[in-house]
C-alpha cells in the first residue's frame, strides 16, 4: 500500500523503476511471502489469456512445469522483485500454487543430504 | 503446505530444489566455480542503496535514487529429475547481507571461497554463517601465482575450529568444484549427526 512517507521516485531514479511499471508500481506482493526456491505450478489452462498482462502470461506459461521462483526470474529477464510480484498476482487469480519445499521447513534431513552426496558423486 | 496437489503437470513426486551458498570477497572465483559445475543463469535483483554502498557507488545526478539493480548468478544441478541443486554466489560485502538473509534460510549449507593474498575479503561471510550457525566448510582457491599456505596457517589466520573443513581448490574445473561441493555436503552430515536440531529460525 502507498504511504505518504514513501519516498517517490523520479525520472532520474533509473533502471528499477521501468520494471515496476509492469506492476503499477507496486514493490511488495500480496499474501505470504515465498523463497527463492519455492516451486511455482501453474494449476490449469487459462481460458482468457487476454486478461492478463503478457508479463503475466510468460510467467504462467513458464510453471506449466515445476519450476522454482529464481528460474522463472531469470527466464523472463525481469527484476526478482517484479517477478515476485506477478507471481503472487496469479496466485491471487489461483492460476499457479507456489509451494515452500518441504526441505526448507528446517535444515536439508539427512536422507536428502546423502541423495545430494550421490547424485554430486555421480556427475 | 498443501504440497500433495495431484492436479498439476508432472506433480508425482516432489520437485526438491536445494540451496547451497557461495561467499566471498569480490573476484575470488565464485562466478568461475559455479560456472564450473552448472549453468549460470543470471537474475536480477534490486539493492537499497544503503550508506555504505553511497560511499563507494557514484550517486551524483540521481540523488534521489533509493534501490539499484544487482546482477547476481546461480547455477543450476540437475542431480536427479525431482532432486535440483541450486548454487547462489553471494557478493562479499556486508552491504549485501539483507539478500543473504534470503538466501540462507533453509539453505542446506554454505562454501566461503577465499583467496589467500586476501583472506580478510572472507571475513564477514565467515562472521556471518558463524553466527547464524549455518553450516560452511572453506575453500581456498588455488591462483597461480598466489603462495601455497598450509591450511593449518589459515585456520590460524581465520581463527576457524579445528573441525571446520578447509580445503584447496582450482575454482576452474569441475572435478575440483564438484569436490567442493562434496566436501560441504559431508560436513553437513556429520554436523547433522552431531547436535540435534536445534531451534534456528
Same mark, same amino acid.
Do not use: C
Given at each position: ?122 556427475l | ?8 503437470? #508432472? ?9 547451497i551458498l557461495l561467499a566471498g570477497g569480490f573476484g575470488v572465483g565464485k562466478t568461475t566455480l559455479v560456472g564450473a559445475v552448472s &549453468?549460470i543463469?543470471?537474475?536480477? *535483483?534490486?539493492?537499497?542503496?544503503? !550508506? ?10 540521481? !540523488?534521489?535514487?533509493? *534501490?539499484? *539493480?544487482? =546482477?547476481?548468478d546461480f547455477g543450476?544441478i540437475?542431480?536427479?529429475?525431482? +532432486?535440483?541443486?541450486?548454487l547462489f554466489g553471494t557478493?562479499g560485502?556486508?552491504? $549485501?547481507? $539483507?539478500?543473504?538473509? !534470503?538466501?540462507?534460510?533453509?539453505? +542446506?549449507?554454505a562454501v566461503v571461497l577465499a583467496d589467500t593474498r586476501r583472506? =580478510?575479503d572472507s571475513?564477514?561471510a565467515?562472521?556471518? $554463517? !558463524? /553466527? ?5 566448510i572453506v575453500a581456498l582457491n588455488c591462483f597461480e601465482g598466489a603462495?601455497r599456505?598450509?591450511? &593449518?596457517?589459515? /585456520?590460524?589466520?581465520?581463527? @576457524?575450529?579445528?573441525? @571446520?573443513?578447509i580445503i584447496l581448490c582450482d575454482a576452474r574445473s569441475k572435478e575440483s568444484a564438484k569436490e567442493v561441493l562434496i566436501a560441504l ?9 552431531? &547436535?540435534?536440531?536445534? #531451534?534456528?529460525?
Open positions: 500500500m502507498p504511504s505518504n512517507d514513501e519516498r517517490w521516485l523520479d525520472a532520474e531514479a533509473g533502471p528499477v523503476v521501468r520494471p515496476y511499471a509492469l506492476t503499477q508500481g507496486r514493490t511488495r506482493h500480496t499474501g505470504d511471502s515465498f523463497d527463492l526456491v519455492a516451486t511455482v505450478m501453474a494449476t490449469r489452462i487459462f481460458g482468457d489469456p487476454s486478461s492478463l498482462a503478457p508479463e503475466h502470461i510468460s510467467v504462467l506459461q513458464l510453471a506449466r512445469v515445476p519450476t522454482t521462483v529464481a528460474d522463472i526470474a531469470s527466464d523472463v529477464d525481469l527484476p526478482l522483485g517484479v517477478v515476485r510480484i506477478i507471481l503472487a498476482d496469479l496466485r491471487e487469480l489461483g492460476l499457479v500454487v507456489i509451494s515452500t519445499p518441504v526441505v526448507m521447513a528446517e535444515r536439508v534431513d539427512k536422507h536428502t543430504l546423502r541423495e545430494v552426496l550421490n547424485g554430486l558423486r555421480g | 503446505m498443501d504440497y500433495g496437489v495431484s492436479d498439476v503437470a #508432472g506433480g508425482d513426486r516432489q520437485y526438491r530444489a536445494i540451496k &549453468e543463469r543470471p537474475l536480477r *535483483t534490486e539493492e537499497p542503496l544503503t !550508506e555504505g554502498s553511497l560511499r563507494t557507488d557514484s550517486t551524483v545526478g540521481v !540523488e534521489g535514487k533509493t *534501490t539499484t *539493480t544487482v =546482477a547476481m543450476r540437475s542431480l536427479r529429475s525431482d +532432486l535440483v541443486l541450486y557478493p560485502q556486508q552491504r $549485501f547481507w $539483507f539478500m543473504w538473509d !534470503e538466501l540462507a534460510i533453509g539453505a +542446506l549449507g583472506l =580478510a571475513f564477514p565467515i562472521d556471518y $554463517f !558463524e /553466527r547464524r550457525q549455518i553450516p560452511f603462495r599456505y598450509e591450511t &593449518e596457517d589459515v /585456520r590460524l589466520a581465520l581463527d @576457524l575450529d579445528p573441525d @571446520l573443513p555436503v559431508e560436513h553437513v552430515l556429520v554436523t547433522a549427526s552431531e &547436535e540435534p536440531l536445534s #531451534g534456528i529460525a
